[in-house]
């Protein structure tokens, strides 16, 4: 934006902090109408946790470990093409007015993540109409293969609506949905699984049936009121968009123009922090998947029949929920991330050596209940990370694509390690991997922490110099738009 441009839109002031009561109830405002039906959407993506599906499919232990494998390849093949193509279709708007651009839009919010539910929601209920294991095998891979656009494209939906410290409280809700669904799920499955016989089918598959049904019909709503891209916004007054744009400009890029080019991907791709986010997701993935994924498998190996297990996963999944809210409450308060990261696998570490350490069904349970306010809570602080820290607007987007992808890559050999001949003594070898996955993860995290730490420190000395502080003007729109997160000016969130 030109200093003249600037000061006719009300340029923002270096003592400006963005935290007025008007600036406040705007950010309510977007609270209110993107964080209920986005996590609701979200919720509804995790409600596919269940028991007896191999065994009426006549499906092989091993086959089944293999179904929930094959989710997670189409998951991993569409992840950056889905975000990729989200952010090019964004038309980007006029720093000035919020004018519209000369890009065309193939698709906005409003469109493409009801249309991701939707088409989740018909594969659900496929699912649930699967009589043999090619089926089931199928079925999972377009499973993850709709479901694979829907994480990365609202965290970048958020990441123009808000700035880069506003935005891991919001992605910290955001995720606590899939926290909450399985706790819902568990009351969900006992509920419609009391269904068998009904209409000649099996209790797991009215499950997945109405579980698809009622995730279609959100979805139809959905489309009248996900909102779509900040400058066409109708809930948002002309001047609250305005503010919207200075809030933006202030601290990140997301009000800035940018083409969509190829030197953004190649940024991500040749970008050592973008590949330890994915890292770092890689070893938290792993235990998060196999714990939600084998968490009734678990509990029924206590002593527990199915339905009763079913049950059984409400209280840890609702402690994983509230662990989230109050840790990244916290974090967002101190502005810290990696320490309380490292601190959740910590804690999930404890739970698994509890896990691997007794047989008896109390203490085995207590270690359930860690290792998932640990596992849920250091993914809901991680998944925030290269939001808050990855600019320009392109890299973001695949940075965040390409944590996902290689996250879930982490995920596939969970659900292949938690398999039968592992099952002996509790799943006590899987769980002993699984400590090593945390470990590793706190290897990244400890990485993260300590190169960001050094540059921001490094560029604190840069800032100060006279001699190189004309050579990048930090009020330069064009070097943030080039540089990104690279320029001088720019500080890491760590």
Same mark, same amino acid.
């Given at each position: ?50 028991? *007896?599906?191999?065994?009426? /499919?006549? $499906? =092989?232990?091993? &086959? ?7 989710? %997670?390849?189409? #998951? ?61 095998? *199928?079925?999972?891979?377009? /499973?993850? $293969? =709709?479901?694979? &656009? ?7 939906? %958020?990441?123009? #609506? ?333």
């Amino acid at each position: 934006m030109s200093t003249k441009a600037a000061s006719e839109k009300g340029s923002i002031s270096s003592t400006d902090n963005f935290d007025t009561p008007e600036d406040r109830a705007l950010v309510r405002k977007i609270d209110f109408r993107l964080i209920p039906i986005l996590t609701l959407l979200y919720l509804l993506s995790f409600l596919d946790r269940i028991l *007896g599906l191999a065994t009426d /499919l006549h $499906v =092989s232990a091993p &086959g089944y470990n293999t179904s929930l494998a094959l989710y %997670f390849v189409g #998951y991993v093949l569409f992840e950056v093409p889905a975000n990729v193509y989200c952010v090019r279709a964004e038309v980007f708007v006029h720093i000035d007015s919020f004018s519209h651009h000369d890009r065309l839009k193939r698709l906005d919010p409003q469109i493409w993540l009801p249309s991701l539910t939707l088409f989740w929601g018909i594969v659900s209920i496929c699912q649930g109409l699967v009589t043999n294991k090619a089926g089931l095998f *199928g079925i999972r891979f377009l /499973l993850g $293969v =709709s479901e694979a &656009g829907l994480f990365p494209g609202v965290i970048y939906v %958020f990441s123009v #609506y808000y700035r880069r410290h506003e935005r891991s409280w919001r992605v910290a809700i955001f995720f606590g949905g899939a926290a909450l669904a399985g706790a819902f799920g568990g009351i969900l499955a006992f509920a419609i699984g009391k269904m068998d016989g009904v209409g000649g089918h099996k209790g797991w598959q009215w499950i997945f049936i109405i579980e698809g049904i009622i995730t279609v019909v959100i979805s139809l709503l959905a489309y009248f009121i996900v909102p779509t891209w900040p400058y066409k916004a109708k809930f948002l007054t002309e001047s609250e968009k305005a503010r919207l744009l200075q809030r933006l400009n202030a601290d990140s890029d997301a009000g800035l123009i940018e083409h969509f080019e190829w030197v953004y991907v190649r940024q991500a791709l040749t970008d050592h922090l973008v590949w330890a986010y994915a890292f770092l997701f890689h070893g938290f993935a792993f235990v998060l998947y196999s714990l939600s994924l084998f968490l009734p498998t678990i509990i029924a190996g206590l002593g527990f029949q199915s339905w009763q297990a079913q049950l059984m996963t409400v209280p840890p999944n609702s402690l994983a929920a509230i662990s989230i809210w109050l840790t990244v409450w916290w974090s967002s308060r101190i502005d810290r991330r990696a320490p309380l990261i490292i601190g959740s696998a910590g804690v999930a570490i404890i739970g698994y050596i509890i896990l691997i350490s007794t047989g008896k069904a109390g203490p085995q349970y207590l270690g359930v209940h860690l290792a998932a306010a640990g596992i849920y809570t250091g993914n809901a602080l991680l998944l925030s990370w290269p939001g808050e820290n990855v600019s320009a607007q392109t890299k973001r987007a695949v940075a965040v694509a390409m944590q996902i992808t290689i996250g879930d890559i982490g995920a596939i050999s969970g659900v292949l390690v938690y398999r039968p001949n592992l099952a002996g003594n509790h799943y006590r070898e899987p769980h002993i991997i699984a400590i090593g996955y945390l470990v590793f993860a706190v290897l990244i995290a400890l990485y993260l922490y300590t190169w960001m730490t050094r540059e921001n420190r490094r560029r604190d000395r840069l800032e100060g110099n006279k001699d190189t502080k004309e050579v990048y003007d930090p009020s330069s729109a064009e070097d943030k738009q080039r540089l990104g997160d690279r320029h001088p000016s720019y500080r890491y969130v760590i």
